[in-house]
């Protein structure tokens, strides 16, 4: 009998869930970036072509919204690398 009410007890190494934290960061940067690029491609689009106005308006304000997702995510993948980096060091200095 299994007792469903214990604890979670964490079955991967530190490093292990720091890197897939670090993975997931970048792979959500790359997609608010792609999204932007096309979001910018339509409104670039919209003095060439017969694009809706709402549209061209819509694509403006998720560009806006995703900048500074796009900078946030960029920072914390940048400052978790940089503390990584300094454990590192630390740890081969004790060494």
Known sequence: MTNYCQPYVFTESREKRVARVQRWRMQLTLVLTLMSLVELT????GYYTEV?????????I???C???LILWLG???LESRKREERIRKQSMNRK
């Open 62 to 64: 998720c560009v806006f």
């Open 42 to 45: 339509v409104v670039c689009m």
């Open 66 to 68: 995703n900048l500074p």
């Open 52 to 60: 809706p106005f709402w549209l061209m308006m819509l694509c403006i």
């Open 75 to 77: 920072s914390l993948w």
